[in-house]
Nanobody
Framework: QVQLVESGGGLVQAGGSLRLSCAASGRTFSNSAMGWFRQAPGKEREFVAAINWSGGRSRYGDSVKGRFTISRDNAKNTVYLQINNLKPEDTAVYYC????????????????????WGQGTQVTVSS
């Protein structure tokens, strides 16, 4: 069992930065792949970023490449999402997710690949 708690969201002006954190409980964090997704009102959940268990590989959604950076600290059971040059279209609830079963075929860009989800943290960007 893995529990995920996001933090770091808030209201920021366009062009600003935020760092989201996702604290995980459970012994399997260091063996889990982690992802960030977001969902804006009236829109489908969108893949933002993912990172493998060691932190050595990451991938990003097309709309955030170059502005978002995912990282993790396995000693702290925490995954981060650094968001720079925020835009109003980044306004959404941001969710952290974990995939603990790294066998088989899966895509970290698909929300169906994840086993556990946090409750989300709101990011609002004003223009």
């Amino acid at each position: 069992q893995v529990q995920l708690v996001e933090s770091g969201g808030g209201l920021v002006q366009a062009g600003g930065s935020l760092r989201l954190s996702c604290a995980a409980s459970g012994r399997t964090f260091s063996n889990s792949a982690m992802g960030w997704f977001r969902q804006a009102p009236g829109k489908e959940r969108e893949f933002v970023a993912a990172i493998n268990w060691s932190g050595g590989r990451s991938r990003y959604g097309d709309s955030v490449k170059g502005r978002f950076t995912i990282s993790r600290d396995n000693a702290k059971n925490t995954v981060y999402l650094q968001i720079n040059n925020l835009k109003p279209e980044d306004t959404a609830v941001y969710y952290c997710a974990a995939r603990v079963d790294l066998t088989g075929s899966y895509s970290l860009g698909a929300d169906t690949s994840y086993d556990y989800w946090g409750q989300g943290t709101q990011v609002t960007v004003s223009s």
